[in-house]
């Protein structure tokens, strides 16, 4: 499809986020929400706090552990403490990357039996979302398959404190958690706010020392959480029956969302270059705190919605997917939402003026970043035929939650240029054809 049709089909067929016109009405950013944990606790040393922060919710805890972490010295210090506390443990490892759903029932029918009084998250973000659906399934019982899509979770679940040891999931503080259905041929999330912990420990120094792929790959994540945060639909106010889990761009996750991009962007390629960078180490795990708090609420989106069945047929990271596709996500955006773009710039350290080539500017900073820390620049160098890409454009519009919360809507049109583009590695394909002379040097991500 060529780029003058695609640009034609948002201008003509999409509700165009008229920044201007609402801020001159005064409705521009009239409403905000916010779910958040209880308590947030952030810093080196906060880790310290997890005793008494566990206690608050009873003396049986149920911890889930990535695998690799549960004999290091810093977990095995804190069971330890917990024991000598008279707390007793129970310590779960079978976290499976990509979390498949059949490990996730096994797991619950462990926990159940154990009858914990709290769940303690320790890890990346598949130990924080697997705790999340054991916390689920001790509570309510399975399937999980039930509680599939959004606010399908009929009431609390097990009290869950969540300590992230990789700062870019953003689990701790999102009402959300995602599995691997076969059944499905993708990722799969399921949404609710009572999947939100109750306590999120940040502490940077647990992120000291992750291998820089790790740190490259959940870094990324992060800052696209932010990026689709703030670029997400303005959706209509018209709760009446229930309160959607994701709202979409509002005033407190945008404000957020700005601060994150501002905190993650100018430290990730530090963090990734140098683990022991405790600066960086620190301004990044802040940055995926608060785009967590950003996208709780508001949500993300084509990024998102793509990488699921990208991922299922690459077998690659969740982050390298977002890394990669969030450029050519962006490209799209131009011609529908430049004053978001612009602001994005800002953050990103930009100076532009003009709205029109600030939002160009943004695009090519968060491209050049993605290309610096290693994200790969195009499909193809993934693994993904052309002849996959309808299929995964197919694929990716069932996550309703992901692409209703699109700025330049969901048709299979757009994500497949979308996808065209990343497959060769060439925003030009994407980019409003006015623009494309001017912008050809800096258009290749």
Not at 152 to 166: C, E, H, Q, S, Y
Not at 190 to 213: C, F, K, Q, W
Not at 280 to 286: D, F, H, K, P
Not at 355 to 369: C, G, K, M, T, Y
């Amino acid at each position: 499809m060529s780029a003058a049709w695609f640009c034609r089909w948002t201008e003509d067929s999409v509700l165009r986020d008229t920044d201007s016109d609402r801020r001159r009405s005064g409705e521009l950013h009239e409403t905000g929400t916010l779910r958040l944990p209880s308590r947030i606790h952030f810093g080196y040393g906060v880790r310290r706090q997890l005793r008494t922060i566990l206690a608050e919710h009873g003396r049986r805890v149920f911890a889930v552990v990535d695998p690799f972490l549960a004999g290091s010295p810093e977990f095995v210090r804190l069971h330890d403490e917990l024991i000598a506390d008279g707390f007793t443990v129970e310590v779960h490892t079978e976290v499976l990357p990509e979390l498949p759903v059949d490990s996730l029932t096994a797991s619950g029918t462990v926990a159940a039996s154990f009858s914990p009084d709290v769940v303690l998250a320790y890890g990346g973000g598949s130990a924080l979302d697997a705790a999340k659906l054991i916390a689920l399934l001790v509570a309510h019982g399975g399937p999980l398959g039930a509680y599939y899509g959004e606010n399908k979770v009929p009431g609390p679940v097990l009290p869950i404190v969540a300590v992230p040891t990789t700062a870019g999931t953003g689990s701790e503080v999102t009402p959300v958690a995602v599995v691997s259905d076969p059944a499905q041929e993708m990722k799969i999330g399921i949404s609710s706010p009572y999947l939100i912990p109750v306590a999120a420990v940040v502490d940077p120094e647990l992120t000291l020392g992750a291998p820089a792929s790790v740190t490259a790959f959940a870094g990324i994540d992060a800052l696209v959480h932010a990026l689709e945060s703030y670029t997400a639909a303005v959706l209509p106010v018209d709760w009446s029956e229930t309160l959607p889990v994701f709202t979409g761009h509002n005033l407190f996750a945008g404000h957020l969302a700005l601060e994150a991009v501002r905190q993650i962007a100018p430290n990730l390629a530090r963090a990734v270059a140098d683990g022991g960078d405790r600066e960086a180490r620190a301004q990044v795990a802040y940055g995926s705190l608060l785009a967590g708090m950003s996208f709780g609420p508001s949500g993300t989106h084509l990024s998102h919605a793509l990488q699921y069945p990208i991922g299922a047929i690459t077998k690659t990271p969740h982050g390298l997917g977002t890394g990669l596709m969030i450029p050519y996500v962006l490209q799209a955006c131009v011609p529908v939402i430049p004053l978001r773009l612009a602001a994005i710039d800002a953050a990103l350290g930009g100076s532009e003026s003009d709205p029109s080539i600030a939002a160009h500017d943004a695009v090519d900073r968060v491209a050049e970043l993605c290309h610096t820390i290693g994200i790969p620049r195009g499909l193809a160098d993934i693994g993904v035929a052309q002849d996959d890409l309808p299929r995964i454009a197919e694929l990716a519009l069932r996550s309703k939650r992901l692409v209703d919360m699109s700025p330049i809507g969901s048709h299979p049109q757009t994500l497949l240029t979308i996808l065209e583009a990343a497959h060769a590695g060439d925003r030009t394909l994407i980019a409003d054809p006015a623009d494309r002379g001017r912008r050809t040097p800096g258009a290749r991500s």
